[in-house]
């Protein structure tokens, strides 16, 4: 299959999951295959696909998310930036979570873009997951104490790796626990409030609406399953 004078209006990422295909623009042609990433401005170009054919994903971005390179870029996804990206496509992409994957993809592009490429520092890691099991609130303070680093080197290595501030992570996660809370439809909603780690019903109320425009019981109804009659 070939596509010609393909063209694309806004800022975008094509990460090459399986298969691959050849594309051509105003510098010559380029062979895209299996692990391969391609960010671009607006561009026109032409696609040449491989026999098998090629399962990509496309992530349109802001100028405010990613700005646009003077000429299109060709990466190797490495390991990291392929296991984050490999969690995105099998999300679906309503589903909350699809968002906060879109956010930490941009925000590794972004650092690859600037030649800083790899993984996360391990203690890095340690703070993402110890947010992510603790029952209640932590401080950022205490985090930093707790894996020996400033609070300032902290927030700053956090934002650039995940692409959230630790607090605005903070707030997801108690709206991610939330949520699955709410599946349980034995649990009170000020039940749910105080396991998710809200300070009451109010503030997971709040959160969740300005989140998700909705409120933790149209979440719950929203999760009811359907019977027909």
Known sequence: MRFRRHEHPEVHLCFVLEGGFLERDRTGWTEMGS??????GAARHDIDFSSSGADCLLVLASPEDLAAPDRPRFLACDPWLARVVGKLSREPALEPLAEDLTIEV????????????GPPPS??????????????PVSVSALAHEVGVHRVHLARMFREHYGRSVTGFLQRTRLHRARRLLADHDLGL?????????SDQSHMTRATRAAWGITPAGLRRGMLPAFKT
């Open 35 to 40: 692990g391969r990433l391609r960010v671009s």
């Open 106 to 117: 941009l925000a590794q592009v972004r650092r690859r873009m600037r030649e800083r490429a």
């Open 123 to 136: 203690w890095l890691e340690t703070v993402k997951q110890r947010i992510q099991d603790a029952p209640h």
């Open 190 to 198: 000020a039940d749910v409030a105080a396991l998710a780690g809200f």
